[in-house]
């Protein structure tokens, strides 16, 4: 199982991000799918979740109405897009295999950093 993420970078509040989490040595489509983010001196947060069929999402109150998970099973492919962005969503941001699962396999992480 191999989960690699993409997309980070530094972003100007308000602006936008979109990371991809590349699935490999598995079938995506077998699995729901999380996002967690973990800032500096803080505990990981779970941002988002999405099930195999996209029916069911989740989102932390933190980022509702700003972030969007998605999946492209096709592809092997998870996306996280990040809109109007706040310094407080600086964080490592990792994609997970399962919902919300603190002990399945997670990416590398990418960094995203929110800074004028």
């Known amino acids: 199982v191999q989960l690699v993420e993409s997309g980070g970078g530094l972003a100007q509040p308000g602006g936008s991000l979109r990371l991809s989490c590349a699935a490999s040595?598995?079938?995506?489509?077998?699995?729901?799918m999380s996002w967690a983010r973990q800032a500096p001196g803080k505990g990981l947060e779970w941002v988002a979740a999405?099930?195999?069929?996209?029916?069911?999402?989740y989102y932390s109150d933190s980022v509702k109405g700003r972030f969007t998970i998605s999946r492209d099973n096709a592809k092997n492919t998870l996306y996280l897009q990040m809109n109007d962005l706040k310094p407080e969503d600086t964080a490592l941001y990792y994609c997970?295999?399962?919902?919300?699962?603190?002990?399945?396999?997670r990416g590398q992480g990418t960094q995203v950093t929110v800074s004028s």
């Open positions: 999405i099930s195999t069929g996209s029916r069911s999402t």
């Open positions: 997970a295999q399962g919902w919300k699962d603190p002990q399945t396999t």
């Open positions: 040595g598995f079938t995506l489509s077998r699995y729901a």
